[in-house]
């Protein structure tokens, strides 16, 4: 899979960066990635789409190839870049039908893009995507109105993760099997180990997604989260890992049930079921999105 470097200076300062595939005719999908992972963590399932896509990905502030850009700019303005990024871009790619994926944060990022601009995609894939409840949404509010933001798991978590390793093996050896990263299939382990690390200055490797960054995603949340998702009319397919995050197939549940354009699917496997199972996501991704011609 051949993979050309795009870039876009943003109005914050800071430059975004990813990849595209060579324009070539075929269908064009936008995909967005997971928090603290990169677009090229997803290689085991981009390759398996890519046959009958071509592939337009995007880093996200402060992770892969972009900037670190300073404090983070939020999820909205994240969705509103992500789609400068793509209009900026988009046009090499001729007029083909264009079809949106995206990974947990990626997910969320993409149905409020969905949303804000139903005109740019025609079909949609979220896999896993975090949606925080409304009760999740105040409990966040609340902690950062009296001094405890970051203070949840996936927030502590992520603060607390390990950033510097002597060396690529070493990445490996304390990834493999746990946390985050346990049930992962071995070529998605070492797409991730491959391209969301970097050399440290200090020697050694680091993340390219700086915990803190990764924290301070998971510490805020989206502005107008559910009534944005409730405008959402583009034909799009969640699906949810069996063994994911408790909150999400419920809201998953809340957010189909409100719009008849929406439809879930539940498969084997924890948040990250398409790093466990790429050939089998590729599937259920490639028949949803070409489930009609265009």
Partial sequence: MHLHPWSLPVAEGFTLRGWHSEPSGKPLLHFLHGNGFCSRTYEPLLRR?????????????????????????????????????????RGAFGEVPRLALGHSFGGVLTGLILAERPDLFQRAVLLDPVLFSPRMLMAMRFAALFGQYGRHQMARRAAARRNHWPDRP?????????????????????????????????????????????????????????????????????????????????SVARWCAASPSLSEQTVDGGHCFMQEHPEHTAVLVRGFLLEQSF
């Fill in 49 to 89: 789409l890519s046959d009958d896509f071509d592939l337009w990905l995007g880093d996200f502030q402060g992770h892969g190839e972009s900037d670190h850009g300073g404090t983070f700019v939020g999820w909205n303005r994240s969705a509103e870049l992500a789609v400068q990024c793509f209009e900026s871009g």
């Fill in 170 to 250: 070493a990445v490996r050896a304390n990834f493999e099997g746990r946390g985050i990263f346990k049930g992962w299939c071995e070529e998605a382990l070492d797409a991730h180990i491959e391209h969301a690390l970097r050399p440290a200055a200090d020697g050694g490797v680091e993340l390219k997604c700086r915990p803190s960054r990764e924290a301070e995603v998971f510490s805020s949340s989206p502005q107008r989260l559910w009534p944005t998702l409730r405008q959402v009319r583009t034909p799009t397919r969640v699906i949810h890992g069996r063994d994911s995050y408790a909150f999400i197939a419920p």
